[in-house]
């Protein structure tokens, strides 16, 4: 009964910028910690950015001063903000949410699809 929606990805070429939105839906009590994953062929996922519930905010040191997580919390949404873009940048970005559906249950991550990005040089 949850579902989280990536939208933003597409193609385009090193030094452009793409934002990325995650709007997560369904029984949702309250979110925690809502975070951007990618994943290149033949790699495994890995963590790209994360921000808390009061805003804090954390990077990959592959992305920082680059790209800029934040989040709107009457959308239960999710940006990621991707700038100057390199080939290196290209996969398919998931989102992750950590939720409660009720207040008495406790949280769980929940995904999103993903959503392809790709850098050409």
């Known amino acids: 009964q949850v579902q989280l929606v990536e939208s933003g990805g597409g193609l385009v070429q090193a030094g452009e910028s793409l934002r990325l939105s995650c709007a997560a839906s369904?029984?949702?009590?309250?979110?925690?910690?809502m975070a951007w994953y990618r994943q290149a062929p033949g790699n495994q996922r890995e963590l790209v950015a994360t921000t808390t519930s009061s805003g804090a905010t954390n990077y990959a040191d592959s992305v920082k001063g680059r790209f800029t997580i934040s989040r709107d919390n009457t959308k239960n949404t999710v940006y990621l903000q991707m700038n100057s873009l390199k080939p290196e940048d290209t996969a398919v970005y998931y989102c992750?949410?950590?939720?409660?559906?009720?207040?008495?249950?406790?949280?769980?991550?929940?995904w999103g699809q993903g959503t392809q990005v790709t850098v050409s040089s």
């Open positions: 992750k949410a950590n939720l409660k559906m009720v207040a008495w249950r406790n949280s769980g991550d929940y």
């Open positions: 369904g029984t949702i009590f309250s979110i925690n910690t």
